[in-house]
Nanobody, 128 residues
Framework: QVQLVESGGGLVQPGGSLRLSCTGSGFTWNYSAIGWFRQAPGKEREGVSCITISAGSTYYADSVKGRFAISRDNAKQTVTLQMNSLKPEDTAVYYC?????????????????????WGKGSLVTVSS
């Protein structure tokens, strides 16, 4: 059974940092890309950051560029999202997802949101 388990969410003050982790199991770690998506109350789900499994090419949404960093450890089948300088608008449920479809760029994959497997999500709340 394919599983993606997120961890590391929680409550943090503006300007603080959190690190989300996602570990996959039940499938061969050879999908095209894995990434983080988020959905805030009343807003559509958006691609935050994605990384290709093979080459490690990355994409970041403009809203998080320079503040977030994605990385992966293929041996451990784990992807992390280091979130720094957090803002209240970063508050959302963050989902880890993997996709097997090949796109021209990792950006296209992340923006499409057409992933094959999704984690259950981890809540990140940025508030004073």
């Amino acid at each position: 059974q394919v599983q993606l388990v997120e961890s590391g969410g929680g409550l943090v003050q503006p300007g603080g940092s959190l690190r989300l982790s996602c570990t996959g199991s039940g499938f061969t770690w050879n999908y095209s890309a894995i990434g983080w998506f988020r959905q805030a109350p009343g807003k559509e789900r958006e691609g935050v950051s994605c990384i290709t499994i093979s080459a490690g090419s990355t994409y970041y949404a403009d809203s998080v560029k320079g503040r977030f960093a994605i990385s992966r450890d293929n041996a451990k089948q784990t992807v992390t999202l280091q979130m720094n300088s957090l803002k209240p608008e970063d508050t959302a449920v963050y989902y880890c997802a993997v996709g097997r479809r090949q796109y021209t760029t990792v950006q296209d994959m992340c923006l499409s949101g057409r992933m094959n497997y999704w984690g259950k999500g981890s809540l990140v709340t940025v508030s004073s």
